[in-house]
């Protein structure tokens, strides 16, 4: 993987962090509100494991395999 590479995915693994923390706060003022839009929460949350799982992936690109 080239340094041009690695940082494209520091970038992106930046901002996908970032999403991911801008929907924890959202998903948390949904379940705070008065009423609730189910629908709506469920697809944040799905949306929020969504970004997990690509930043996982990312992250795994970045760190070397390291073989014991």
Do not use: C, V, Y
């Not at 992106?12 to 924890?24: N, S």
């Not at 944040?44 to 997990?52: E, I, T």
Request: aromatic fraction near 2%.
């Amino acid at each position: 993987m080239t340094d041009e590479d690695e940082g494209e995915l520091d970038a992106e693994l930046a901002k996908l962090q970032q999403e991911h923390r801008d929907l924890d706060a959202a998903i948390d003022a949904l379940h705070h509100s008065p009423a609730p839009d189910l629908l709506r929460l469920q697809r944040l949350k799905k949306r929020k494991l969504a970004l997990r799982d690509r930043i996982s992936f990312i992250e795994d690109q970045i760190t070397p395999d390291i073989i014991a």
